[in-house]
Structure formats: structure tokens, C-alpha cells
């Protein structure tokens, strides 16, 4: 079992910036593959980002290119993303995710947080 806690969730300005951060404890050979997801108030949860041990494979969705950031400390088992130009549509529970392949596909992750609130006001 691999247990994941998101932290630095928030309320800030538009054009702010947050730094969310998820600890993986466990059996934490099972995350290979680290991924964001979020969930807004009456929508389906998205894909954010993803990022593979290694970190040399990394992808996000349209919406957030140029403004967030996923990397990782292995070391420390904790990945992150760094959001800035924070936008209020990117109001949402944010929750990590573990896996084996990188995927955008929510189906493709094992393991999952309890999710973080991120809240952007205009």
C-alpha cells in the first residue's frame, strides 16, 4: 500500500502563487509515476501534470502550461507543483496520484490523496 498527503493548498489572489506538495510513505516503489489531478465544484476531476521517477517525462494540460511546474524529490518520496499566475478557474481540490505508466487517464493511477483546496479569487 502506498499512502499519499497533499499539503499547501490555499486561498490567494489571481496572479498568485501556491506550492502543493504530496508526501508518498508506504510501499513507495509503486510510485513510479506521479500525477496531478483536480476537481472543481460540479465538474469532473481533470488531469493537471504528470512526472515519471526519473523526471525526464513530464506533461500538463493545455490550461497550465507556462504557469505550473510538477517535479520531484525522490529522496524525500514528495512531489510538487508549483502553481503560478494563479487564474480563479483554477479553483479546485487538487489531489495527487500514484501509478506505473504515465497517463492522463484518472483510471491509470492506484493510489490517491486526500486532495488539497486550492481557491483562487478574483
Known amino acids: 500500500q502506498v499512502q499519499l498527503v497533499e499539503s499547501g493548498g490555499g486561498l490567494v489572489q489571481a496572479g498568485g502563487s501556491l506550492r502543493l506538495s504530496c508526501a508518498a510513505s508506504?510501499?513507495?516503489?509503486?510510485?513510479?509515476?506521479m500525477g496531478w489531478f483536480r476537481q472543481a465544484p460540479g465538474k469532473d476531476r481533470e488531469f493537471v501534470a504528470v512526472?515519471?521517477?526519473?523526471?525526464?517525462?513530464?506533461r500538463y494540460i493545455d490550461s497550465v502550461k507556462g504557469r505550473f511546474t510538477i517535479s520531484r524529490d525522490n529522496a524525500k518520496n514528495t512531489v510538487y507543483l508549483q502553481m503560478n499566475s494563479l487564474k480563479p478557474e483554477d479553483t479546485a481540490v487538487y489531489y495527487c496520484?500514484?501509478?506505473?505508466?504515465?497517463?492522463?487517464?484518472?483510471?491509470?493511477?492506484?493510489?490517491w490523496g486526500q486532495g488539497t483546496q486550492v481557491t483562487v479569487s478574483s
Open positions: 496520484a500514484a501509478g506505473s505508466r504515465p497517463t492522463s487517464w484518472d483510471g491509470g493511477y492506484d493510489y
Open positions: 512526472i515519471n521517477w526519473a523526471g525526464g517525462s513530464i
Open positions: 508506504g510501499r513507495t516503489f509503486n510510485t513510479a509515476v
